[in-house]
């Protein structure tokens, strides 16, 4: 049997009144855009604004509105789909609905080509102290924040910080009334030296360390850290190695997880379990049993007990 055609996803994220509508609107709107290919519009929800199909460049766009999230089910969507005869989809997703909740409901042949989230600069702080959750889920994997109703007198730093804690990756655009768009340019110095013979990691920088390594594996691979951890004995780890790591706060309280790393050392049967100390060790990437997959494996090269930091959980603030 032939393999289904991939379905490229377009998703808009974002709180209501963000600017979701009409900037999906001005796209349909755009020939370069809307040239023929037969488009589902997936509506998750309604705001005061409202679609003009007959102002889209092409009247093969058809629109489908999801009522409740209880309507987001893979079986409602292959049906649009089949109904449609679409080529490809637009999402206006429902900003109080976590993404997981699409990813679930995806049929196996969609995939998200772009993800964009919009949010409006004079609601997005207190949404954040308010729904930090909510935010971070919708901050963690797009490509761009759009920043709407941006004002000269606003501070782009807040607004900076509370993105790069979710995301190194995503582009930053303020919107001005009247259309002027500037793009953030607020350089995130990494807060350690990778240069250095030993790359010195703060207590206040395990989170960003530990994900910035995720994301970018090649630029530590061979090298030499130093950090304060916890180290943790298991009995289903290969023998001659043990976990060290942090708990980590991505978010919230609710998100808190042991990041942790696989370290090896022939003499790891000396190591006090649930003890913390400061650990010296090289990295390297290959797949180790514990990960199930290539990660990040640290060889032991020496260590001191010490004791736990300050602030037991790492975040990125």
């Known amino acids: 049997m032939a393999k289904q055609q991939d379905i490229p996803v377009y998703l808009f994220t974002g709180f209501l009144e963000a600017g979701k509508t009409k900037f999906i609107q001005e796209t349909l709107e755009d020939k370069r855009f809307c040239n023929g290919e037969r488009t589902l519009l997936l509506v998750c929800e309604e705001g005061e604004e409202e679609y003009a199909p007959d102002q889209f460049a092409d009247p093969s766009v058809f629109i489908r509105v999801l009522e409740g999230q209880e309507d987001l089910t893979e079986a409602n969507l292959s049906r649009f789909v089949a109904e449609t005869k679409a ?14 909740a699409l990813y679930t409901a995806m049929p196996e042949s969609w995939m998200v080509y ?5 949010a409006d600069a004079g609601s997005f702080l207190a949404y954040n102290n308010n729904m930090r959750q909510l935010v971070y889920d919708k901050l963690k994997s797009c490509e761009l924040v759009v920043f709407n109703r941006f004002k000269p007198d606003m501070d782009k730093m807040a ?4 993105v790069r804690g979710a995301s190194r990756r995503a582009d930053i655009a303020y919107e001005y009334a009247g259309g002027k768009v500037e ?6 110095p990494l807060p350690f030296d990778l240069e250095a013979p030993i790359v010195e ?19 530590y691979e061979g090298k030499t850290v130093r950090f304060k951890c916890r180290a943790l004995v298991r009995n289903k780890l290969p023998k001659g190695s043990f976990v ?24 790891a049967d ?3 379990d649930d003890s913390w100390m400061i650990l010296t060790a090289r990295i390297n990437f290959k797949f180790n049993r514990a990960y199930g997959k290539k990660g990040p494996v640290l060889t032991y090269l020496a260590s001191e007990p010490c004791d736990a930091p300050t602030q037991d959980v790492a975040t990125f603030y």
């Open 87 to 100: 080529d490809r989809v637009v999402i206006e997703y429902n900003g109080m609905w976590m993404l997981d």
């Open 114 to 118: 772009q993800e964009f989230m919009f």
């Open 159 to 162: 607004f900076h910080k509370i």
């Open 183 to 188: 793009y953030d340019d607020i350089e995130d």
């Open 201 to 219: 990691i703060g207590d206040e920088d395990y989170a960003l360390w530990y994900r910035d390594m995720s994301e970018e594996p090649k630029k």
């Open 244 to 267: 060290v790591g942090r708990h980590v706060m991505t978010c919230c309280v609710e998100d808190i997880q042991f990041a942790a790393l696989v370290c090896q050392w022939e003499r």
């Open 270 to 272: 000396l190591i006090q």
